[in-house]
């Protein structure tokens, strides 16, 4: 379980690794949380939001890790085109109703998540999503 989760935007993968020993800080627009697995949560996401199954988005190398290792440390990877695109089009309803499956999801394996803060996660990260879109930008994300 990570302790530090920080979604933030950055031009490219390069800019996005950088960050891979200090976070994003200040240099990126971002978002802070802690105390869930984002790598499966965006991938839950993308399945709620996009359909496909969790299986498949994982053989397909999703989340795409930019710089560090998986269980060793902090770690950046990339949030999908199509879980960005998806986010960034769904109605503030649909963001509600994929937070509430997404706690719903989570009990299911035992992770209690806060309903109001699931609906902030996904509701300020679609924000986000959104501006990185117009920017010409991609959203990361660092895990400590």
């Not at 993968?13 to 978002?31: H, I, M, V, Y």
């Not at 394996?109 to 309903?115: S, W």
Request: charged share 25%; glycine share 6%.
């Amino acid at each position: 379980m990570s302790i530090i989760v920080k979604f933030f935007v950055a031009p490219d993968d390069t800019s996005a690794a950088l960050t891979l020993q200090t976070g994003p800080g200040r240099t990126f627009e971002s978002l802070s949380f802690g105390s869930f697995d984002p790598e499966e949560a965006v991938l839950e996401w993308e399945c709620l939001l996009a359909g496909g199954s969790f299986e498949e988005l994982v053989e397909a190398g999703e989340p795409r890790v930019v710089a560090g290792q998986d269980n060793e440390g902090c770690v950046v990877f990339a949030i999908s085109p199509r879980l960005s695109t998806a986010l960034a089009d769904a109605e503030h309803s649909r963001l509600r109703d994929v937070a509430a499956s997404w706690v719903q999801l989570r009990a299911e394996d035992g992770e209690v998540i806060d309903a109001e803060i699931a609906e902030a996660i996904v509701g300020d990260l679609a924000a986000l999503v959104s501006n990185a879109r117009r920017q010409s930008q991609n959203v990361y994300c660092w895990v400590a």
